[in-house]
């Protein structure tokens, strides 16, 4: 079965800061790769999602990106921060044979 | 539109109460998934089942049953005997065939359960 690791697990950020938060799979190949934010007391909102390598889809216009250097890693990322990006950031993986989506633990982002 | 709506913010319910977690959606595909998540308060997502279009069979799992009923578009979750474990978020999401696998979540059911 697949394994989602994310880092930090929470991060305290000033506003107008960089942002960069990792994740990284286990247990598959060449797995879809998906970023999720969830605001406090609200539903999941897909922000990217990469089919391949090099190969990313936004869902979201946002002052945030997204880049998969590896089969196995999705980085999002952000130049500088706005209050607006608090939030619990999820990273999701799906195995190219498997519907289902496997989430890793999160990262819960305060901007301040 | 929304294509899944979960139309239950929030549900108390006392320990070892039966409760219904409502879901329903709308797809015009033929060939769709449909799932259920729980997320806990550490705030991970839990993935509980997977049903396909095509298999409108119940199932159930120790003290979960799901109930796929296509004519109403409904997909609703039951959990039996409730415990204090079970507070949680529920998710219900709904995934079309041909588009990478994205998912549609619903806004998520709150149940708190009361010991």
């Known amino acids: 079965s697949q394994t989602i690791h994310q880092w930090p697990a929470t991060l305290v950020q000033p506003v107008g800061s960089p942002l960069s938060l990792e994740c990284t799979v286990e247990g598959t190949s060449n797995p879809n790769l998906y970023w999720y934010r969830q605001a406090a007391g609200r539903g999941l909102q897909l922000l990217f999602y990469s089919v391949g390598i090099g190969q990313i889809s936004s869902e979201v216009p946002q002052n945030l990106s997204a880049s998969r250097p590896q089969d196995r890693q999705f980085i999002l990322s952000s130049k500088k921060l706005l209050l607006s990006d608090s939030g619990f950031y999820l990273c999701?993986?799906?195995?190219?044979?498997?519907?289902?989506?496997?989430f890793g633990p999160g990262t819960r982002l305060t901007v301040t | 539109a929304q294509k899944v709506t979960q139309a239950q913010t929030e549900i108390s319910v006392v320990e070892k109460e039966d409760v219904t977690l409502d879901c329903v959606y709308e797809?015009?595909?033929?060939?769709?998934?449909l799932f259920w998540y729980k997320q806990p308060p550490s705030g991970e997502l839990v993935f509980l089942i997977r049903r396909n279009s095509f298999d409108e069979q119940n199932e159930i799992s120790g003290r979960y049953s799901w109930n796929f009923q296509k004519s109403t578009s409904s997909f609703n979750f039951t959990i039996t005997a409730s415990q204090v474990v079970d507070s949680a978020v529920y998710f219900c999401a709904l995934s079309e065939l041909g588009t990478g696998n994205q998912f549609y979540f619903g806004t998520g059911t709150s149940l708190t359960v009361i010991p």
């Open positions: 797809t015009r595909d033929t060939t769709y998934y």
């Open positions: 999701a993986s799906s195995g190219q044979l498997s519907y289902e989506q496997y």
